[in-house]
C-alpha cells in the first residue's frame, strides 16, 4: 500500500463475534442469508479463532465471499490509515489499511481477498 493516507466513502462496517471488520460497499455484490447462499462462504470469525456461524454472508461480484455476524451501513467519508509494512500479508493479503470510526480502529478489508483466504478449500491448502 502506497503511503499517506487516502478516503473511502460506503462502508459496510461488520462484526464477527466480537471483533470487527470493515468492506468497502462497491465491493459487495449482494447480501445473502446463510440458507438461501448457494455456495461455500468462509467467516470473519476464523480469521479471529472464534466459532462460526454468520448471519449475512457478503458476495463479491467475482463470487467470493464472506461471513459476517452482523452489519450495517456507514456513508460518511473517512480516511484510510495505512496497514504498518509488517501487516501487508495478514490474512492473504487482504488488509487494505485501518478507518477510525466510533472511538476504534477498524481493519478495511478487500472482500475479493479476504473471501478467497477464509475458502474452505483455502484452508484445506494453507
Not at 462497491?26 to 440458507?35: C, L, M, Q, W
Not at 473517512?78 to 488488509?95: D, I
Not at 487494505?96 to 480502529?105: A, E, H, T
Request: proline content about 5%; overall charge negative; charged content about 15%.
Amino acid at each position: 500500500m502506497a503511503t499517506g493516507s487516502r478516503s473511502i466513502t460506503g462502508m459496510l462496517l461488520c462484526r464477527a463475534g466480537h471483533q470487527r471488520v470493515a468492506f468497502s460497499a462497491h465491493e459487495v455484490a449482494t447480501i445473502e442469508s446463510p440458507g438461501t447462499f448457494g455456495g461455500l462462504a468462509g467467516s470473519a470469525c476464523q480469521a479471529f479463532g472464534a466459532a462460526t456461524g454468520a448471519e449475512r454472508i457478503l458476495v463479491a461480484a467475482s463470487g467470493e465471499a464472506v461471513g459476517v455476524d452482523a452489519l450495517e451501513i456507514d456513508s460518511e467519508p473517512h480516511t484510510v490509515l495505512p496497514a504498518p509494512t509488517v501487516l501487508e500479508r495478514v490474512a492473504g493479503g487482504s488488509l487494505r489499511g485501518f478507518v477510525q470510526l466510533r472511538g476504534g480502529l477498524w481493519p478495511l478489508m478487500s472482500l475479493v481477498e479476504f473471501g478467497r483466504f477464509l475458502a474452505p478449500g483455502a484452508r484445506e491448502a494453507a
